[in-house]
DNA sequence: CTAACGGCAGTTTTT
DNA sequence: CTGCCGTTAG
């Protein structure tokens, strides 16, 4: 039976019994599948006391003592573990970075290791930061390490960046250890310029990313409607050749040629590797922490096979079964649970496989999980700017309330009804360096100045529509090569250079630019401390002091400068150049130039995201926006049984970001795309008695209702007759409309139809 | 050479 | 439902 025929039936038959569970009779037609789940008796069980370690450690750190005092038996145990090779399965909100930092703190002051002979991994700067601080908040009164040793502390991929820049045998890959690091946009301009500039042919231009994952992973070439291959192989062959000319290597890269010079020679072998949220790992990492261990060194990996939701991005699902299946691991577990109240996380697990006392709740009972009905996304953002208020009149801070979705889109309506009715509220999403155009173009300068091979930044630079003075595309392309065509320069920026003093002689004051970033390497090397980059670069001229954004525009960029001299002078240890590089690396790696630790910027208000944004987080007040089937969990055409558990396991990550209040919302009418019609059926696997059930509103008087408040908070729905515009078709009339749809007649173009909440049109 | 139609895929996001 | 490719009909 196919999934979408199981979706079909699930959907259409009233389930048997409310403890059904879809997966479970999935599983039984189909072929077994491994499974995560750790058998009970792998686990290595704590002591009943460690007392008399404490007692050692109260000797030499009593500040660390009385701080370990503080953890639970299982805690204890797994920062006092000495086992060589050992597995810590961390269920949620169990104080797994706890655990973490303790042990390196352990191993530091007690076993004396160094900690520059501990590699710490983790996926994303802000668990690295974490870690990072809560070690540096033990060295009150004494001085604390400096970066260098530190060195080793950080994401994969920053750590990866410090490794290659160290190894010896870089050279013969290409490369030389001021390569120059291209984020994900980067990356994806670069392509589209290689395929520009070398006229190749390849389909579905704006799904590169997915179909060169697709070719990396299935060596498939063959994307949506194709028939025929086109020049994709070719576009990486060229691709890889154009990264090791000019020393440019993306986030992928980082990792494979670090794996590739490792196993040519093993240059550095940490006494200590230490994951991080090890369940995310995916193959080329696993390779990455064998190609840093031989058969002396220790490890110690933290993970919750429950909370696995990256599949979809590379994380093997097998890795735990792997490691189950090797004995020399030794397994330990945090079972308990300090964040949920009781009657939350006992519904929460019910969504886990491993159904045994897995998880076991610290907390008072609390209050039960709500599963509520509202008519539509409209009608639940007005319940929420009512209930909101009320809380928040109750004494809890904003801050401490979410509302989770499963997609993007569902986001937009509430943010917008929050708005305008007073909600303080942020969609939580990485705002782009692109998009905040005067920090862009600063790292693109920086970036062309220290690595004056890399074309995109140099041409990024003069073609910015607010900062440049040329208009990018094939035309510039092809004149520049045509330029330099049988000419040898020293570097792509001294090319560049030529080419616009020969050809543009106008812009005189970006030939200087030119020249001065030609110059830069040098300034910053004789200058030493005393850069003024501003004044060097005469950024002020470029920023435009009549234009409209200059203020805005002078402070972020005076913000962006300190922030770099912050980095620089704090990590310096020699060579101004290569700690400039490094930090340009940093803001790639990170997306931003707030790269010094301790800035975090102070969110407030209400949070909008997605379950994925809020893994790691935790709010007082948790709601599950539109928690359809066909949303959760999200139906796709080609959809495996791993991805079912996998949806599984991201309704349960969502339901234990609560700590006292947890409500799911389903919708009777909803306007999601491929949503169906009835709550997620995972929902069903939760016993009725620890689950409140509220209807809002009959759906037909709050059909109303809603329409209602649609017409008063937006004059401008449809009526019969009146003129519209619409952007493609231009102007036309409507024919006939509902609540849901608008029917509009545009002559030529015949008539067209529209959902009446998004139809693109314009009363005139 | 262009318009119309059929078929397929789409989410989530960190570095 | 949208965007894109490939085919086919005019």
Redesign the pocket.
């Known amino acids: 039976m196919s999934l979408k025929h199981l979706h079909r039936k699930l959907r259409n038959t009233d389930l048997p019994s409310e403890e059904f569970d879809p997966i479970s009779a999935f599983e039984s037609f189909e072929t077994p599948v491994i499974s995560n789940i750790i058998p009970p008796d792998r686990y290595t069980e704590p002591k009943e006391d460690y007392s008399d370690i404490i007692t050692k450690v109260e000797a030499k750190k009593p500040q660390l003592a009385s701080a370990l005092k503080k953890l639970n038996l299982y805690q204890q145990q797994a920062v006092f573990s000495e086992d060589q090779k050992l597995l810590l399965s961390a269920m949620v909100g169990s104080g797994k970075t706890t655990v973490l930092t303790h042990k390196v703190l352990y191993l530091h002051f007690i076993k004396g290791i160094p900690l520059s002979q501990m590699a710490v991994l983790t996926?994303?700067?802000?668990?690295?930061r974490e870690i990072k601080e809560r070690i540096l908040s033990f060295y009150e009164n004494s001085t604390p390490p400096n970066s260098d040793e530190l060195r080793y502390f950080g994401?994969?991929?920053?750590v990866a960046r410090q490794l290659i820049k160290e190894h010896p045998k870089l050279q013969e890959l290409g490369f030389t250890p001021d390569f120059s690091i291209m984020?994900?946009e980067a990356k994806e301009d670069f392509l589209q310029r290689l395929i520009v500039s070398h006229e190749l042919d390849v389909?579905?231009?704006?799904?590169l990313d997915?179909r060169l994952k697709l070719y990396r992973n299935e060596k498939q070439i063959i994307?949506?409607?194709?028939?025929?291959p086109?020049d994709l192989v070719q576009l990486l062959n060229i691709s890889r050749k154009e990264k090791q000319a000019n020393n440019l290597m993306d986030?992928?890269d980082l990792i494979s040629v670090i794996n590739w010079l490792l196993k040519l020679k093993k240059t550095f072998i940490p006494e200590w590797i230490i994951v991080d949220e090890f369940q995310d790992c995916n193959q080329e990492q696993i390779e990455l922490i064998q190609n840093l261990s031989d058969d002396q060194n220790h490890f110690f990996a933290v993970g919750d096979p429950n909370q696995s939701?990256?599949a979809?991005?590379g994380s093997t699902n097998v890795i735990f079964q792997n490691y189950i299946e090797d004995q020399s691991f030794v397994i330990m577990r945090l079972p308990l649970n300090y964040r949920t109240s009781g009657q939350l996380l006992n519904a929460a697990s019910c969504l886990l496989q491993q159904n045994n006392d897995a998880l076991q709740a610290t907390r008072d009972q609390g209050k039960k999980l709500i599963i509520r009905n509202h008519f539509d996304d409209h009608q639940e953002a007005y319940y929420y700017v009512q209930k909101f208020k009320e809380v928040h009149q109750k004494g809890t801070p904003w801050t401490e309330i979410a509302v989770l979705f499963?997609?993007?889109?569902q986001i937009a309506i509430f943010e917008s009804v929050f708005q305008l009715e007073g909600i303080p509220c942020e969609v939580v999403?990485?705002t782009k360096l692109r998009e905040q155009a005067a920090l862009f173009w600063l790292q693109n300068i920086l970036l062309s100045g220290l690595h004056p091979n890399d074309m995109d930044s140099i041409l990024r630079v003069f073609t910015s529509t607010d900062f440049g003075c040329l208009k990018a595309g094939k035309k510039l392309l092809s004149a520049y090569s045509k330029f330099t065509e049988g000419k040898e320069f020293a570097s792509k920026l001294e090319a560049f250079s030529c080419f616009l003093s020969e050809k543009y002689k106008k812009h005189a004051e970006y030939i200087d630019l030119c020249q001065r970033l030609m110059g830069l390497a040098d300034y910053l090397q004789s200058r030493k401390r005393d850069v003024n980059l501003y004044q060097y670069l005469s950024l002020d001229f470029f920023l435009k002091p009549t234009s409209i954004n200059y203020q805005d525009d002078v402070a972020d960029i005076k913000n962006a400068l300190n922030e770099l001299d912050h980095y620089t002078s704090k990590n310096y240890f020699g060579d101004w150049l290569e700690i400039y590089r490094a930090a340009l690396s940093q803001v790639s790696?990170?997306?931003h130039f707030q790269i010094n630790s301790g800035i975090q910027t102070e969110t407030k208000g209400v949070r909008l995201?997605?379950?994925?944004?809020a893994k790691g987080l935790e709010f007082d007040h948790v709601y599950l926006s539109g928690a359809n089937s066909g949303i959760i969990p999200?139906e796709?055409?080609?959809?495996g049984y791993d991805?079912l558990k996998?949806e599984k396991r991201?309704l349960f990550v969502a339901l234990t970001r609560a700590k006292n209040h947890m409500e799911i919302s389903w919708h009777t009418k909803s306007s999601a795309?491929?949503a169906q019609d009835g709550p997620s059926y995972f929902l069903n696997s939760i016993p009725s008695a620890l689950v409140e059930k509220v209807d809002t509103a009959p759906a037909k008087n709050s059909a109303i209702e809603t329409t209602q408040k649609v017409e008063s908070n937006d004059d401008s729905k449809w009526k019969v007759g009146t003129k519209v515009k619409h952007p493609k078709y231009g102007t036309g009339e409507i024919k006939s409309c509902n609540e849901q749809d608008v029917v509009c007649d545009f002559g030529k173009f015949g008539e067209k139809s529209?959902?009446s909440a998004w139809a693109p049109l314009v009363k005139i």
């Open positions: 996926f994303t700067n802000k668990a690295a994401t994969f991929h920053s984020d994900q389909k579905y231009r704006n799904k997915k994307y949506g409607n194709m028939k025929n086109d986030f992928d939701i990256y979809w991005r499963r997609t993007r889109q999403s990485k790696l990170e997306g995201l997605t379950i994925h944004a999200l796709r055409k080609k959809a991805h996998e991201l795309w491929n529209f959902a």
